[in-house]
């Protein structure tokens, strides 16, 4: 006997992935309930949800971040579940506890496999319990710089040291030599203090140029779990990723296999149930190493949807209502390539410094393959008190040269007025030859930037002049939106333009 599905859900959450679980509710014939700040009162978000709530002022500490107010408004409004999206109240264990206590469901992982994977030191120690291999390294926190000298001469140079209590980056230092060790220990120590309010500290082997290689796994109440692929993310700066596909150039179905059933037993080893993401650092040498457990619904799920067929959201909603999962691992394998730009409101030519305004004009690509989860229209208003993510572009092509060419493509359709966005930039990126050789690492785009966002002077009146006319020879030619070899010919009449532009 199949239990009924809920008959209306909460999402605690605003912008894209609010819409895209809505638009997940709506196809299963849930009712859907929004809550809204302020700032929020006319977004997209909240015309879109059979019902909203107001849950205070624009700052998410006094808004999105309210869970007790959030579980109220479910209640009230007669929800039998919270979706809590990414971000926010997404990986908070009370919350996932409180919502639990109040007699609704998260949907999401139980609160204890929340806090199985929030310490990166535990989840560390729980994956060595269970074979999953991670970096070699200490698994406690170091006491004083004197022991964390004589651990990093065991493990050789160079060195990580990590915050126990962090992810994401922060708190992190890279120690090349012994007479570095001391001083770094110290304001490693100083950092996580800071950040995180616990000053515990570990060390491991430095892994020089790994990819950032993460795979997704869903459960079920039952016993049964999937991994569904990897998905490559190692296009990322200062920790935040920028593009995402899947599958990865680096994982052949031997390392896929080996790799997602190492994430099933580490998720297993959680006590996890629905959907979660295990990050791995895959080395030059084909090694691959646990890092840590998101135990949310991410950001570039939409990748992995694509590739496999399996709707994510449609499943968050099936298992965490306690029906079994419909497919076992035999019926999964990516087909064809999947990418991800996220579209965030950054000036790359600025050093990607958050632009606000109002959104005065909004063209969206379209066309075959083409995906658009977006939480903006026009008149929304882009303001500091949110993530600076606007919207994900996702392709779906036969393979990666031609998702590439299909993201440069719908990119190029795409026109955003009012605000400064990272379309520009990922346009770049799309031509860029290391970027099309798949040829990326977690230090690759950092390192290609320079050469990413100088001669970004599309801006400057000689440019525009050059683009315009260069426009209007690939419309007369109809080279505009031509196969690759083509399109290549008309970049070249756009830089020839722009040549005799600057001279004349
Ligand atoms: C590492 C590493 C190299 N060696 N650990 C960054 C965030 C956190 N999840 C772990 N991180 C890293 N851990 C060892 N032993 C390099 C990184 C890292 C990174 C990892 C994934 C994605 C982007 C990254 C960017 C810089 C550093």
Same mark, same amino acid.
């Given at each position: 006997?199949?239990?009924?599905?809920?008959?209306?859900?909460?999402?605690?959450?605003?912008?894209?992935?609010?819409?895209?679980?809505? +638009?997940?509710?709506?196809?299963?014939?849930?009712?859907?309930?929004?809550?809204?700040?302020?700032?929020?009162?006319?977004?997209?978000?909240?015309?879109?949800?059979?019902?909203?709530?107001?849950?205070?002022?624009?700052?998410?500490?006094?808004?999105?971040?309210?869970?007790?107010?959030?579980?109220?408004?479910?209640?009230?409004?007669?929800?039998?579940?919270?979706?809590?999206?990414?971000?926010?109240?997404?990986?908070?264990?009370?919350?996932?506890?409180?919502?639990?206590?109040?007699?609704?469901?998260?949907?999401?992982?139980?609160?204890?496999?929340?806090?199985?994977?929030?310490?990166?030191?535990?989840?560390?120690?729980?994956?060595?319990?269970?074979?999953?291999?991670?970096?070699?390294?200490?698994?406690?926190?170091?006491?004083?710089?004197?022991?964390?000298?004589?651990?990093?001469?065991?493990?050789?140079?160079?060195?990580?040291?990590?915050?126990?209590?962090?992810?994401?980056?922060?708190?992190?230092?890279?120690?090349?030599?012994?007479?570095?060790?001391?001083?770094?220990?110290?304001?490693?120590?100083?950092?996580?203090?800071?950040?995180?309010?616990?000053?515990?500290?570990?060390?491991?082997?430095?892994?020089?140029?790994?990819?950032?290689?993460?795979?997704?796994?869903?459960?079920?109440?039952?016993?049964?779990?999937?991994?569904?692929?990897?998905?490559?993310?190692?296009?990322?700066?200062?920790?935040?990723?920028?593009?995402?596909?899947?599958?990865?150039?680096?994982?052949?179905?031997?390392?896929?296999?080996?790799?997602?059933?190492?994430?099933?037993?580490?998720?297993?080893?959680?006590?996890?149930?629905?959907?979660?993401?295990?990050?791995?650092?895959?080395?030059?040498?084909?090694?691959?190493?646990?890092?840590?457990?998101? #135990?949310?619904?991410?950001?570039?799920?939409?990748?992995?949807?694509?590739?496999?067929?399996?709707?994510?959201?449609?499943?968050?909603?099936?298992?965490?209502?306690?029906?079994?999962?419909?497919?076992?691992?035999?019926?999964?394998?990516?087909?064809?390539?999947?990418?991800?730009?996220?579209? #965030?409101?950054?000036?790359?030519?600025?050093?990607?410094?958050?632009? #606000?305004? +109002?959104?005065?004009?909004?063209?969206?690509?379209?066309?075959?393959?083409?995906?658009?989860?977006?939480?903006?229209?026009?008149?929304?208003?882009?303001?500091?008190?949110?993530?600076?993510?606007?919207?994900?572009?996702?392709?779906?092509?036969?393979?990666?040269?031609?998702?590439?060419?299909?993201?440069?493509?719908?990119?190029?359709?795409?026109?955003?007025?009012?605000?400064?966005?990272?379309?520009?930039?990922?346009? +770049?990126?799309?031509?860029?030859?290391?970027?099309?050789?798949?040829?990326?690492?977690?230090?690759?785009?950092?390192?290609?930037?320079?050469?990413?966002? #100088?001669?970004?002077?599309?801006?400057?009146?000689?440019?525009?002049?050059?683009?315009?006319?260069?426009?209007?020879?690939?419309?007369?030619?109809?080279?505009?939106?031509?196969?690759?070899?083509?399109?290549?010919?008309?970049?070249?009449?756009?830089?020839?333009?722009?040549?005799?532009?600057?001279?004349?």
């Amino acid at each position: 006997m199949t239990p009924p599905m809920f008959e209306s859900v909460l999402i605690a959450n605003r912008g894209e992935i609010a819409l895209r679980v809505i +638009r997940g509710c709506r196809e299963l014939g849930v009712r859907s309930i929004a809550v809204y700040s302020d700032a929020d009162a006319g977004a997209p978000h909240v015309r879109a949800a059979d019902a909203a709530v107001n849950i205070g002022p624009a700052p998410s500490s006094q808004s999105y971040l309210l869970g007790d107010r959030i579980i109220e408004a479910a209640l009230s409004e007669g929800a039998q579940a919270i979706h809590p999206g990414y971000g926010f109240l997404s990986e908070r264990e009370w919350f996932a506890r409180a919502v639990r206590d109040a007699g609704l469901v998260f949907i999401g992982p139980p609160a204890e496999a929340i806090a199985a994977m929030g310490s990166k030191t535990a989840a560390r120690t729980l994956a060595v319990a269970h074979g999953v291999p991670v970096v070699p390294g200490t698994t406690e926190s170091i006491a004083d710089a004197e022991h964390a000298g004589e651990i990093a001469s065991k493990f050789g140079y160079p060195v990580l040291l990590k915050a126990a209590a962090g992810g994401g980056g922060k708190g992190m230092r890279v120690v090349r030599e012994p007479s570095e060790i001391a001083g770094s220990f110290d304001a490693a120590r100083r950092e996580a203090k800071n950040a995180f309010g616990d000053d515990a500290v570990y060390l491991e082997k430095y892994i020089e140029g790994p990819r950032h290689v993460e795979i997704q796994i869903i459960g079920d109440m039952h016993g049964n779990m999937v991994h569904l692929g990897e998905r490559e993310c190692s296009v990322q700066r200062r920790h935040q990723k920028m593009i995402e596909e899947a599958p990865s150039v680096a994982v052949s179905p031997e390392l896929r296999a080996e790799m997602g059933a190492t994430a099933v037993r580490a998720a297993r080893a959680a006590g996890y149930v629905n959907a979660g993401t295990c990050e791995f650092l895959l080395a030059r040498d084909g090694s691959y190493y646990f890092l840590e457990m998101n #135990t949310r619904l991410q950001v570039e799920h939409p990748v992995t949807e694509l590739v496999t067929g399996i709707d994510l959201v449609h499943w968050q909603l099936r298992v965490a209502s306690g029906e079994p999962l419909g497919f076992a691992q035999e019926d999964i394998s990516p087909k064809g390539w999947a990418m991800e730009c996220r579209i #965030t409101s950054e000036d790359p030519a600025n050093d990607f410094l958050p632009s #606000t305004g +109002r959104v005065s004009y909004l063209h969206l690509p379209s066309g075959p393959g083409v995906r658009w989860d977006g939480g903006i229209e026009i008149g929304s208003d882009v303001s500091l008190h949110y993530d600076p993510m606007l919207a994900k572009l996702i392709v779906h092509a036969p393979n990666r040269e031609l998702a590439v060419e299909r993201m440069h493509r719908a990119l190029s359709e795409l026109v955003i007025g009012g605000v400064e966005t990272s379309r520009e930039f990922h346009l +770049r990126v799309m031509e860029d030859s290391e970027f099309r050789a798949g040829a990326i690492e977690i230090q690759w785009l950092e390192r290609r930037l320079a050469s990413l966002t #100088t001669d970004a002077g599309t801006e400057d009146g000689a440019m525009l002049a050059a683009l315009a006319a260069a426009l209007l020879a690939e419309s007369e030619s109809g080279v505009r939106g031509a196969a690759p070899s083509q399109r290549e010919s008309a970049v070249s009449a756009w830089q020839r333009a722009a040549r005799q532009e600057s001279i004349g």
